[in-house]
């Protein structure tokens, strides 16, 4: 069964230092996002993306945070200077419809993990 | 904005005994969606509701969604130790892309 996948598993970084989260979606989905968990916490919405562009994001998701589409398989979460705040787990999910109806499907989440 | 509450937070139970988990959302919902996390785990999505007083069940299972569209619930019956984790239930307004979750139940089962 397709899965989401997501690199790395583990991230480990410095206060103010940027880092790429990856995720491939599954390959015939067309709507994308991110959603983080801190520790012990609820699942919270960062941003959804469709067909290049953000289609949606939450106020989590400032100018510190930015998506892209590099290529026809990968979808990236960069923050640009993270803070000790920014530790969490990130989960990229897919889906292959936009509609209300969709299933999203989670990836096994990236663990960051800011000092 | 729109939000989700899920009660109770916890929740411990003996082995056969049944469980439920209820969610409660401040705007009528498109849907709902429930997921199990296992400890460690990722969001692994069990089942979505969209129809006013919708019920489904899976095995021993029973979701529900309200006729008001704005609660639903999650029963287990007879738990078993496969069963811990936390459960997440994450609605989806009308108009938006987002799912808005739950803080989750978490469960633990003792044999």
């Known amino acids: 069964e397709p899965e989401v996948t997501q690199t790395p598993s583990h991230q480990v970084t410095q206060m103010g230092q940027e880092v790429i989260l990856r995720c491939v979606p599954i390959?015939?989905?067309?709507?994308f996002y991110w959603y983080r968990q801190i520790l012990g916490q609820k699942v919270e919405f960062l941003v959804s993306f469709y067909n290049n562009e953000i289609s949606e994001k939450s106020e989590i998701f400032d100018d510190q945070f930015s998506v892209e589409r590099p290529d026809g398989s990968n979808f990236t979460l960069k923050i640009r200077s993270t803070k000790l705040e920014d530790s969490a787990m990130y989960f990229c999910?897919?889906?292959?419809?936009?509609?209300?109806?969709?299933?999203?499907?989670f990836g096994p989440g990236t663990r960051l993990l800011v000092l | 904005g729109q939000q989700v509450m899920q009660i109770p937070q916890y929740q411990h139970v003996q082995e056969g005994e049944d469980f439920t988990t209820y969610c409660n959302s401040s705007?009528?919902?498109?849907?709902i969606q429930w997921y199990k996390q296992r400890p460690g785990g990722h969001p692994v999505f069990l089942i979505q509701l969209v129809k006013s007083g919708e019920v489904k069940k899976q095995k021993r299972l029973t979701f529900q969604f309200g006729e008001a569209k704005k609660n639903s619930s999650l029963h287990i019956t007879a738990t078993q130790t496969t069963d811990v984790g936390t459960y997440f239930c994450a609605g989806k307004s009308q108009a938006g892309t987002a799912l808005i979750f739950g803080k989750g139940t978490t469960l633990s089962v003792s044999s």
């Open positions: 999910a897919s889906s292959n419809q936009g509609s209300y109806q969709e299933t999203q499907y």
């Open positions: 390959s015939n989905h067309l709507y």
């Open positions: 705007t009528t919902l498109s849907n």
